[in-house]
């Protein structure tokens, strides 16, 4: 059984930074990619960040230059180090990894960003 275990939400003033961690159990993680989405309130949920087996990374626009993923595979984890929050950024942020065939979720992490 696959599970993604989030961890390293919390409230922070603005301009603040955060690490989220997740890891995982139940599943082969080295070759997949694994990615942090999140969902404001009232929102969607749309992609942060993502990285390939390889290490290669995507960010959304929105947090480029102040957001960085990146992945331990010898603990089977992947981190989002946030730096330079701000309000915008409030949102449950969601563990997600892809195998191609199927995507797996966490429960997802609260992260509120105060002004």
């Known amino acids: 059984q696959v599970q993604l275990v989030e961890s390293g939400g919390g409230l922070v003033q603005a301009g603040g930074s955060l690490r989220l961690s997740c890891t995982a159990s139940?599943?082969?993680?080295?070759?997949?990619?694994i990615g942090w989405y999140r969902q404001p309130p009232g929102k969607q949920r749309e992609l942060v960040a993502r990285?390939?087996?390889?290490?290669?990374?995507n960010y959304a626009d929105s947090v480029k230059g102040r957001f960085s993923i990146s992945r331990d595979n010898a603990k089977n984890t992947v981190y989002l180090q946030m730096n330079s929050l701000k309000p915008e950024d409030t949102a449950v942020y969601y563990c997600n990894l892809d195998t191609r065939l199927t995507n797996y979720w966490g429960q997802g992490t609260q992260v509120t960003v105060s002004s």
């Open positions: 139940g599943i082969t993680f080295r070759i997949n990619a």
């Open positions: 990285i390939s087996p390889g290490g290669t990374t």
